[in-house]
C-alpha cells in the first residue's frame, strides 16, 4: 500500500465500502496463492450468497475469473444460515432466498477489478442487478474503460453500475502483485 490513508466515501457507500473490503480479502487470497488479485463478493439484502476468487491457474481454467465462480456460487447457493451486516455466522447462505435460483436480479456483485467482456456477458445472463467495482481496468475493462457492454445490452436487462470503490488498494494490490511478477521474471 502507499502509505496514505485509504479514502473513504461513507454515507449512502458505506456498504458498498464494506463489502468491496471483503471482495479485497478475497483478492489478497488469490495474490497469496499466485493467482491475479481479483475477488468477488455476491450480496443480497446484506447476505452473502457467494464469494470467489480468481483460480485461474489453481484450475487451469482461463474462465475461472472471481465473477464466474461468485456468480455460479450463488446461482446454486442453497440456504444454510446467514451472515449479516454484523458478520455473524460466516456459511454466507441467504435465509429465505430462493435457493437454487440463478437469477441475480435483486443482488449486488462486488468485484474488485472492472469486469472484462466474458465476466459482463455472465452478469447479464445471471441478470445481476448491480455491479459494483473497485479499479477500473483501461485495457481489458468491458464496463466502462474499454467498452460499456452492460449498457444497451440485446437481453434489454438494466444493469446499475458503481466504479471506484475503494479503488486505491485495490489498484495498488494488482499493480504491487504485477510489479513483483515482473521483477521475479527478470530475475530469474
Known sequence: MSGLPEARLGGIFAPDERWMGEALRLAREAAARGEVPVGAVVVRDGVVLARGHNQVEALRDATA?????????????RVAGAETE????GDGNA?????????????T???????????CGAILLAR???????????????????????????????????????AGPCGELLRGFFRDRRRDADAG
Not at 475469473?65 to 447457493?77: K, R, Y
Not at 435465509?95 to 443482488?107: Q, T, V
Not at 456483485?109 to 465476466?119: A, I, K, Q, R, S
Open 86 to 89: 454484523d458478520g455473524s455466522d
Open 65 to 77: 475469473h472471481a465473477e464466474i465462480l461468485a456468480i455460479g456460487a450463488a446461482g446454486s447457493a
Open 128 to 166: 445481476v442487478g448491480r455491479v459494483v467495482f473497485g479499479a477500473a481496468d483501461p485495457r481489458a475493462g468491458a464496463v466502462v474503460s474499454s467498452a460499456r457492454l452492460l449498457d444497451g445490452n440485446p437481453y434489454r436487462h438494466r444493469v446499475e453500475v458503481v466504479g471506484g470503490i475503494l
Open 95 to 107: 435465509p429465505g432466498a430462493d435457493a437454487g435460483s440463478w437469477r441475480l436480479d435483486d443482488a
Open 109 to 119: 456483485l462486488y468485484v474488485t477489478l472492472e469486469p472484462c467482456t466474458m465476466c
